[in-house]
């Protein structure tokens, strides 16, 4: 059983930062998964919003966030981490981290196990 839980999210104002965590529980040891964030705005779809490798050697980033947000991990820790700059209004989402143990994906569909969520809002 694959158990992650994020944290970190909050209220911020627009142009502010967080940093979301997601530390893999239990038994899950989160070097063996490759790692992503997804997130989901009130009445749509889920988004992609970055990935990382197995050993982080290798990013992936959404358009919407390149440049902004910055995916990391540290498996020491079983923790991988969403760092987001210059937050906008149209960032508001529940944000998920997921895992899989194949090659990362672009896709929320390419995720097999999944967070709890975390909400981020982000106020103009």
């Known amino acids: 059983q694959v158990q992650l839980v994020e944290s970190g999210g909050g209220l911020v104002q627009a142009g502010g930062s967080l940093t979301l965590s997601c530390e893999a529980s239990?038994?899950?040891?989160?070097?063996?998964?490759?790692m992503g964030w997804i997130r989901q705005a009130p009445g749509k779809e889920r988004e992609f919003v970055a990935a990382?490798?197995?050993?982080?050697?290798?990013?992936v980033y959404a358009d919407s966030v390149k440049g902004r947000f910055t995916i990391s991990r540290d498996n020491a820790k079983n923790t991988g981490y969403l760092q987001m700059n210059s937050l906008k209004p149209e960032d508001t989402a529940v944000y998920y981290c997921?895992?899989?143990?194949?090659?990362?994906?672009?896709?929320?569909?390419?995720?097999?196990?999944w967070g709890q969520g975390t909400q981020v809002t982000v106020s103009s």
């Open positions: 997921a895992a899989t143990p194949r090659f990362y994906s672009n896709s929320p569909l390419g995720y097999e196990h």
């Open positions: 239990g038994r899950t040891v989160i070097s063996s998964y490759a």
């Open positions: 990382i490798t197995r050993s982080g050697g290798g990013t």
